[in-house]
């Protein structure tokens, strides 16, 4: 059966101190336990172990900035199997917005989490040890540096993710992605 993959999406955006964002939504013990279970795990040069400090990696920056993406389907009971296919473009966007904000103000930006947009799956260069072939466009996930995405998006945004059922995707879907800096203030074009 052909389903429509037509949607709305939306940015919505939250800023805090990076500390304070650290201090109130990072649980490295934890989350790290939830990418340990992940087939991903030290699969991908997006994913961890990571070869440098997460700690040293996220101090430095001032402000915290987080976006949280809102995708509703058109369609209801969209099969979860579709949903790779539904997310794509928005990551896409996001992940070049993310680039585009390092080049403006410097800082340090976080990808949605799953699987690396830049390679054709199942080539990635980390099971082998090879280098990772584009180290400048690669960025963790919020997840992957030990970051409650769950709390942040209840919390920070007022909205929690949803899970499928069913089979099913969900009446909306939320992608969260991050950029930390040192920028007097910062825009996030919607
Ligand atoms: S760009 Fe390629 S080599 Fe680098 S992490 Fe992604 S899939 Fe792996």
Do not use: Q
């Not at 955006?13 to 795990?41: H, K, M, Q, V």
């Not at 402000?63 to 389907?73: D, E, F, G, N, R």
């Amino acid at each position: 059966m052909e389903f429509s993959l037509r949607y709305t999406a939306r940015d919505f955006t939250a800023e805090l101190p990076a500390s304070e964002y650290t201090a109130r939504f990072r649980d490295a013990g934890r989350i790290g336990g939830y990418c340990r279970a992940c087939p991903n795990y030290g699969n991908s040069w997006g994913c961890p172990p990571f070869g440098f400090d997460v700690g040293e990696y996220l101090s430095g920056y001032a402000s915290a900035l987080l976006i949280a993406t809102k995708i509703v389907p058109e369609e209801r009971g969209i099969p979860l199997s579709e949903s790779k296919r539904l997310i794509l473009p928005e990551r896409l966007r996001l992940e070049e917005r993310l680039l585009e904000m390092e080049r403006l103000y410097g800082g340090r930006s976080f990808a949605y989490v799953g699987t690396c947009l830049y390679c054709p799956e199942g080539s990635c260069t980390r099971p082998t040890g090879e280098p990772c072939r584009h180290p400048d466009k690669v960025r963790p996930s919020l997840e992957a540096c030990g970051f409650d995405i769950g709390r942040t998006t209840t919390e920070l945004f007022g909205m929690d993710l949803k899970w499928g059922t069913d089979g099913r995707i969900p009446e909306y879907l939320l992608l969260v992605c991050g950029f930390f800096h040192n920028a007097e203030s910062v825009v996030w074009d919607k």
